[in-house]
């Protein structure tokens, strides 16, 4: 079966750069979900999309953006790089529309983004 | 607002042995509840969830949670450990279908052989 694909698996960036984190959802899915996971942490929910619009938003610093657009893949760009953006990035998708929503979110392999 | 706790970042378990990991949440309305296993740098697996239907759960891989709103628990278990259950484990907490997971601080489970 399908899985969320994310890419690319790693990254590594300097200070003051900008980075972009892409995720393809499973098909039909209409929710993306981005959390981001420190080093020994546990994930921390950063925003959603659900059709295309920001459905919910979390402790995203304000140096990142993140769209869903028409396919549903999802984008999250990342500007002014700090060390401590180094991180495990992970996406996640589910089907949430009324009436034929799942319950469970189905997570990609992550993107682990180390900054230097 | 909800929120998970999980009793013990390291947990270790002989062989054979009874693996039991606590997850205590905390939620203003009836909560979803997920279990997730992460092995070293792979993403999150599911393992099982309560949806507000039975309250003991089976998941995969021979795990079981049971779900006592009582307590506000929802503790994970396995009779036997398997050397291939040394992972880090996360409990999660949603508020309705489709909205975001909560996790918990994660149990690093050690098996030894």
């Known amino acids: 079966a399908a899985g969320v694909i994310q890419s690319p698996r790693h990254l590594i960036k300097e200070k003051r750069e900008t980075a972009t984190l892409k995720c393809y959802p499973i098909?039909?899915?209409?929710?993306v979900y981005w959390y981001q996971q420190g080093p020994g942490q546990d994930p921390q929910f950063l925003i959603s999309?659900?059709?295309?619009?920001?459905?919910d938003k979390g402790s995203i610093p304000d140096r990142f953006s993140a769209q869903q657009f028409s396919d549903y893949h999802s984008e999250l760009n990342m500007s002014s790089l700090e060390l401590g953006d180094s991180a495990l990035y992970f996406c996640?998708?589910?089907?949430?529309?009324?009436?034929?929503?799942?319950?469970?979110?189905?997570f990609g392999q992550g993107t682990r983004l180390t900054v230097v | 607002a909800q929120s998970v706790t999980q009793l013990g970042s390291h947990v270790s378990v002989s062989e054979g042995a009874l693996v039991l990991l606590r997850c205590n949440y905390s939620?203003?309305?009836?909560?979803?509840l997920f279990w997730y296993v992460q092995y070293p740098n792979q993403g999150l697996q599911l393992l099982l969830k309560?949806?507000?239907?039975?309250?003991l759960v089976k998941g995969i891989n021979g795990f079981e949670a049971e779900f006592k709103k009582s307590e506000t628990s929802f503790h994970l278990t396995k009779p036997s450990a398997h050397m291939s259950d040394a992972a880090e484990y996360f409990c999660?907490?949603?508020?309705?279908?489709?909205?975001?997971?909560?996790f918990g601080g994660g149990t690093r489970v050690l098996v030894k052989p």
């Open positions: 996640a998708s589910s089907l949430a529309g009324p009436g034929r929503a799942q319950t469970e979110a189905f």
């Open positions: 098909p039909r899915h209409d929710t």
């Open positions: 999309f659900y059709e295309k619009m920001q459905s």
């Open positions: 939620s203003s309305v009836p909560p979803y």
């Open positions: 309560y949806t507000s239907a039975a309250t």
């Open positions: 999660a907490v949603s508020v309705a279908a489709g909205n975001k997971l909560t």
